[in-house]
């Protein structure tokens, strides 16, 4: 089996994925790249359920869960663990609404997983952790109560850029008797252009028979030359460097520049800075309320 290959019931080309509450009984499936605002639009799916109604979101990283909690903030969900433990809800009742790595499904009962409606971000990456890896403890009872999740949930959303029929699979040979639908989203976005810089090529000598050339890695003045060149194309961008200094050298040429651009230095020294935490709290928009990231 192509462990990549995908088949879909409904295919669209849409710069932002679309879909709609799959109804009861069902488990919707979709694939759609980075920056297509799955998220986003699940989100505004959630919002649609009555508020007394149940809803799991299973994860394999708290970090992602903790997101999507701040994203979905009108939600109500809370964060097993960061927020409050198991001890403290109560599972079985139906506005339990809760966000949690699928290893934390190992303290539930068969019975706490009735009904509701089940979400899983990043799918290839939640079925790859629960079926190999060696960190899970009481492996076998959280598969079990996984499988259980799927069977008893009223209705399962899926999410996935790289969405396959495994998993799709998977799901139906846990519970055949879902229905099951496939949504592809095939964006032709065009990705953020990526420069990788590694340094200058150097004179490669008096011998003209040099085929190697050699890379100066600690020059940086053609760096400082593309941003140049970006700045006075208008163009916004995002650096990344290993170097404070380096990054404080970079915000002084832009202001030095354009003066009037606001510009986020991100590093060990401005974290407390209020502009600096709404980004890390929210990098996307916080990335676009600012002209240059460093």
């Not at 629960?130 to 492996?139: E, G, V």
């Not at 209705?155 to 799901?171: E, K, N, P, Q, T």
Request: net charge neutral.
């Amino acid at each position: 089996m192509d462990s990549k290959k995908f088949t879909s019931d409904r295919i669209s080309k849409d710069e932002f994925v679309n879909f709609d509450l799959p109804d009861r009984n069902c488990v919707l499936f979709v694939k759609s790249g980075t920056g297509t605002g799955k998220t986003h639009r699940l989100v505004e799916v959630l919002k649609q359920l009555d508020k007394s109604e149940k809803i799991i979101n299973l994860g394999y990283r708290n970090s992602l869960l903790l997101g999507f909690n701040r994203r979905a903030s009108q939600l109500d969900l809370f964060h097993l663990q960061s927020d409050k433990h198991l001890i403290e809800c109560d599972p079985s009742d139906s506005s339990f609404k809760a966000s949690l790595c699928v290893d934390s499904l190992g303290y539930f009962s068969e019975q706490n997983l009735d009904g509701g409606i089940v979400i899983i971000d990043e799918m290839m990456s939640v079925l790859d952790h629960l079926l190999f890896s060696s960190t899970i403890k009481n492996a076998a009872k959280v598969l079990h109560l996984f499988k259980e999740a799927v069977r008893r949930c009223d209705r399962l959303i899926c999410l996935d850029g790289m969405m396959s029929d495994v998993a799709v699979d998977f799901i139906r040979s846990i519970d055949p008797r879902k229905n099951i639908l496939r949504i592809e989203n095939q964006s032709s976005k065009i990705e953020p252009r990526v420069i990788i810089y590694d340094g200058t090529i150097s004179d490669c000598g008096k011998d003209p028979n040099m085929l190697v050339e050699k890379i100066k890695r600690d020059d940086r003045s053609g760096f400082m030359s593309a941003i140049e060149a970006s700045l006075s194309f208008k163009e916004k961008f995002i650096v990344f460097t290993d170097s404070r200094i380096f990054g404080e050298s970079v915000e002084r040429l832009i202001l030095e520049i354009k003066p009037n651009y606001k510009t986020l230095r991100v590093d060990s020294t401005t974290t407390g800075e209020e502009d600096v935490q709404s980004f890390l709290k929210t990098q996307i928009d916080g990335s676009r309320k600012t002209d240059r990231t460093v």
